[in-house]
């Protein structure tokens, strides 16, 4: 079994930066692919990122590429999003989430993805 919490959400304002971190606990983190994904209010979850679990297969949805980087710290069993230049359309909960299956892929499928974090809200303002 795998927990995930997820931190660093707050309120920002268009332009501006955010670190979100993951805290991973359970089994086996070094050799999980995670993601991350995001919604909206009145919207479906969305893909935002993903890495592998060796961290060299990352990718990033369209709406993000160039602005977010997603990373992970074996050694801190931490997973962690940075966001840059920051956008009123970022305003979301986000996600982070890992894969059971082990020296996985990434992925941006929600349903290769099998436990999930609570959730950390991020406000940009205009």
């Known amino acids: 079994q795998v927990q995930l919490v997820e931190s660093g959400g707050g309120l920002v304002q268009a332009g501006g930066s955010l670190t979100l971190s993951c805290a991973a606990s359970?089994?086996?983190?070094?050799?999980?692919?995670m993601g991350w994904f995001h919604q909206a209010p009145g919207k479906e979850r969305e893909f935002v990122a993903s890495?592998?679990?060796?961290?060299?297969?990352?990718i990033y949805a369209d709406s993000v590429k160039g602005r977010f980087t997603i990373s992970k710290d074996n050694a801190k069993n931490t997973l962690y999003l940075r966001m840059n230049i920051l956008k009123p359309e970022d305003t979301a909960v986000y996600y982070c989430?890992?894969?059971?299956?082990?020296?996985?892929?990434?992925?941006?499928?929600?349903?290769?993805?099998?436990?999930w974090g609570q959730g950390t809200q991020v406000t940009v303002s205009s």
């Open positions: 989430a890992a894969r059971a299956s082990l020296v996985s892929g990434s992925s941006s499928l929600e349903d290769d993805y099998d436990y």
């Open positions: 359970g089994r086996a983190f070094s050799s999980r692919a």
């Open positions: 890495i592998s679990w060796s961290g060299r297969s990352i």
